[in-house]
């Protein structure tokens, strides 16, 4: 399926692919394009559009697009709900106390963002290895709290 936002991805924008590619679709291929065109180009390509104004995987009800998709597809896993915390503190800088690694993914996200510029997709190729491994952290911070 193709998947479409807004180009110049940081943060929730990163890690939505990553959450997508890793648990709602594999096959998933990513569209990034100026934010006035996101939805022209959904219904063109019949791509499901995130992390834009307006639809059901963005921002709603005080989620980020990452919450949106957890709840969309009813991922229950509770480490990918604390990451998604992780994401939402790092998107949002009203909030980016929510959990205490959220400071470090924004740093390291705009710090990601800044050396690659409009390459969304040498972007995510860089950055998933980082939330797999940020996905394996939160199964441990997980089960060390049971």
């Known amino acids: ?37 996101v939805m022209k180009v959904a219904q063109r390509e019949k791509a499901i559009p995130f992390d834009v104004q307006g639809v059901e995987l963005g921002h709603i009800d005080g989620r980020c697009s990452f919450e949106s998709i957890l709840m969309k597809y009813e991922v229950a896993d509770p480490a990918l709900h604390l990451l998604g915390r992780i994401v939402h503190g790092a998107d949002i800088p009203a909030e980016i106390a929510i959990e205490p690694e959220a400071a470090g993914l ?41």
């Not at 991805?9 to 997508?20: E, Q, S």
């Not at 705009?110 to 199964?139: R, S």
Request: charged share 30%.
């Open 1 to 37: 399926m193709n998947w479409v936002t807004r180009k110049n991805a940081n943060v929730d924008r990163v890690a939505c692919p990553w959450l997508i590619r890793r648990f709602v679709d594999p096959e998933a291929t990513f569209l990034f394009v100026p934010a006035e065109e």
């Open 106 to 146: 924004r740093s390291i996200a705009y710090g990601f963002a800044t050396i690659h510029g409009d390459n969304d997709h040498e972007k995510l190729l860089l950055e998933t290895p980082m939330y797999d491994a940020l996905y394996v952290w939160c199964q441990e911070r997980v089960r060390e709290k049971r």
